[in-house]
């Protein structure tokens, strides 16, 4: 595999990735200023050294005691119980996190959210060259100063992979420039595990075949590789050199999820509508499983033979992700509604007002844990 050709052609683009300073405990030290200072610890209750759950984030004072995102909230407690120790406030960080994001996509055409509190912009058709490209960035540190009162850290590469790692290497507040003929030098002497899905297990492996470095996976012979790793092996050995072809692409949000059905023949079979109710009901709540979405307003749409159509909603008191609060709600709107005098032609049900449900929370801490932000 010629590389050096390859990635020549490749790396024309300019790319930011913008990474909040430890996000949840800077959160935290920016609401009670009681806290500067002091080592603080954000996740799991520590119950005086036996309590189960790890460390979610913890600011530089914390670190300095040798904690870390993802370690055993037990073995934090063990290294420094004097630590203020507090409880993830997501509704918070989340909010905080809408606002930095809000910034950030004013300040790119293609831009991409990455995790809670991190972001990629691709900002290739705003700056021409890296010097624009850093000002740019000093600029945009400076509105999320001003904005939101904390600091983040932006590395700039020519791909999504040297940007996150150029954001990662000088923290907290730090700006990190790799130009695409910098990438080799830059990379070498960094350990493995700094290259995105290089965990623990992948590192140690490849720790046994004498590769320690980015630059000693570089110079590894890459059949090699490929025999003893498969597909990541191949992979790994693209991204020793730098290389990562991945576009910069924003995920949109779910808005609302819902689910219509025209009936065969217009009904006025009060059970059928029913049923067909409840199994719109339940396709609902299976997306929403699956996006892991809990939701607060329920809609039924009713359309008649005439093409008459209705919607009704309600937004409940609290968030659920129970489907049979979704089934009571939408037959209760059905049951008040109803027109007996006409034939039903379509109904459809809809859940909006979503919200990340306690799973996908989980997800985005075990997700902070394994990359140690
Ligand atoms: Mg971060």
Redesign the pocket.
């Known amino acids: 595999m010629n590389i050096q050709n390859d990635s020549n052609l490749r790396e024309t683009r300019i790319i930011l990735h913008v990474?909040?300073?430890?996000?949840f405990s800077a959160v935290e030290e920016r609401e009670n200023s009681s806290l500067k200072g002091k080592p603080v610890v954000v996740g799991a209750d520590p119950k005086e050294g036996t309590g189960r759950g790890v460390v979610s984030t913890c600011n530089y004072q914390a670190r300095y005691y040798g904690i870390h995102s993802g370690m055993p909230i037990s073995k934090a407690w063990k290294l420094c119980p004097t630590a203020l120790y507090l409880p993830p406030n997501f509704t918070l960080y989340t909010h905080i996190s809408k606002e930095i994001m809000n910034i950030l996509r004013k300040q790119a055409v293609i831009f991409q959210q990455w995790g809670i509190?991190?972001a990629f912009l691709d900002v290739s058709n705003k700056v021409n060259e890296y010097k624009e490209a850093k000002i740019l960035a000093l600029n945009i540190k400076n509105e999320i100063f001003w904005n939101v009162n904390l600091t983040c850290s932006i590395g700039i590469g020519p791909n999504k992979l040297i940007a996150k790692i150029a954001s990662d290497y000088k923290k907290p507040n730090g700006l990190t420039i790799v130009k695409p003929d910098e990438t080799r030098q830059f990379l070498s002497p960094l350990p493995v595990h700094k290259l995105l899905y290089v965990g623990k297990k992948t590192e140690e492996k490849l720790n046994t075949l004498g590769i320690n470095t980015i630059g000693d996976l570089a110079n590894f012979d890459s059949s090699l590789l490929e025999d003893r790793f498969g597909i990541a092996g191949k992979n790994m050995y693209r991204m020793a050199h730098g290389i990562d072809d991945s576009k910069v692409q924003e995920r949109h949000r779910v808005e609302s999820i819902s689910n219509n059905k025209t009936f065969e023949e217009d009904t006025s079979d009060i059970n059928l509508i029913l049923d067909t109710l409840d199994s719109l009901s339940s396709r609902v709540y299976n997306r929403l499983v699956k996006n892991s979405l809990k939701f607060k307003t329920v809609t039924v749409r009713l359309r008649y033979e005439n093409f008459e159509t209705h919607t009704y909603s309600k937004t409940l008191t609290f968030k659920t992700g129970s489907l049979l609060e979704l089934t009571k709600t939408t037959q209760k709107l059905l049951r008040n509604n109803l027109h007996h005098d006409r034939k039903m032609r379509l109904v459809g049900v809809k859940v909006s007002n979503l919200s990340a449900t306690k799973r996908q929370e989980t997800l985005i801490k075990n997700w902070r844990g394994s990359y140690g932000?």
Not at 19 to 23: G, I, S, T
Request: charged content about 60%; proline content about 0%; overall charge negative.
């Open positions: 990474d909040m300073d430890h996000f509190d991190e932000k």
